[in-house]
């Protein structure tokens, strides 16, 4: 089982640039989420897909920030534009039903500057 | 407001002792708390869950207790090693969804 995979492992880019943030979960996972961690501020839920429908969007920060998932197997976070305060490292966590309590498998995250 | 509370200063003890991590949260009412492991540069690993009716868990050299008077969690690692040194993050969901909330932390170094 090769895990979540999440590219790039790490995005340096300028303020105003777009950057995309892309994500592979686990074969047969049907719950995909996307998460923000800073030292400040933890770990964040930016936003929760079930069966490729976003379900809960609220912790996205602002409408920079989009998130899709065309189909079971991908899934974008999307900042256009960036800014310095974006930086941080973002993960993505898959689960296998989405029922409630349900453990998450993370990736490696990809850690992302914007200057 | 709601808030999920850990040590934010770092643990230290000498190896073979048991490592005791405190998980504190207010304003929430969780069905299920659950434990993960971190290392540098590395996503969150799943440890253990522990369910609102269920007052102990245990795992190996883990034990986790869920006190919902209290509205306190408390993880243990028995006969503790330098590779368990890792920060440890306990995460609730607060109702409805799968929407699992994490604490910030408290990091860990066990010492030879």
């Known amino acids: 089982d090769a895990g979540v995979i999440q590219s790039p492992r790490h995005e340096v880019t300028e303020m105003g640039q777009e950057v995309t943030l892309r994500c592979k979960p686990i074969?047969?996972?049907?719950?995909l989420f996307w998460y923000r961690q800073t030292m400040m501020r933890g770990l964040e839920l930016l936003i929760y897909?079930?069966?490729?429908?976003?379900?809960?969007d609220s912790g996205m920060p602002e409408d920079r920030f989009s998130a899709k998932m065309p189909n079971a197997s991908f899934s974008t976070l999307k900042i256009q534009p960036s800014e310095p305060r974006d930086s941080a490292v973002y993960f993505c966590?898959?689960?296998?039903?989405?029922?409630?309590?349900?453990?998450?498998?993370f990736g490696s995250g990809t850690q992302l500057s914007v200057l | 407001s709601q808030k999920i509370e850990q040590n934010s200063e770092a643990l230290n003890i000498q190896e073979g002792k048991t490592a005791t991590l405190t998980c504190n949260y207010t304003?929430?009412?969780?069905?299920?708390l659950q434990w993960y492991r971190q290392d540098p540069g590395r996503g969150p690993v799943f440890l253990l869950l522990?369910?609102?009716?269920?007052k102990e868990k245990r795992k190996e050299r883990l034990k986790v207790t869920f006190d919902t008077t209290l509205k306190q969690s408390l993880f243990h690692i028995t006969a503790s090693q330098p590779a368990d040194s890792a920060t440890y993050l306990c995460?609730?969901?607060?109702?409805?969804?799968?929407?699992?909330?994490f604490g910030a932390g408290t990091r860990l170094a066990v010492h030879p």
């Open positions: 966590a898959s689960s296998l039903s989405g029922t409630i309590g349900e453990k998450l498998f």
């Open positions: 074969s047969g996972h049907n719950s």
């Open positions: 897909f079930n069966n490729n429908v976003p379900i809960d």
């Open positions: 304003n929430y009412s969780p069905a299920y």
């Open positions: 522990i369910r609102e009716n269920e």
């Open positions: 995460a609730l969901v607060p109702g409805g969804y799968n929407k699992l909330i």
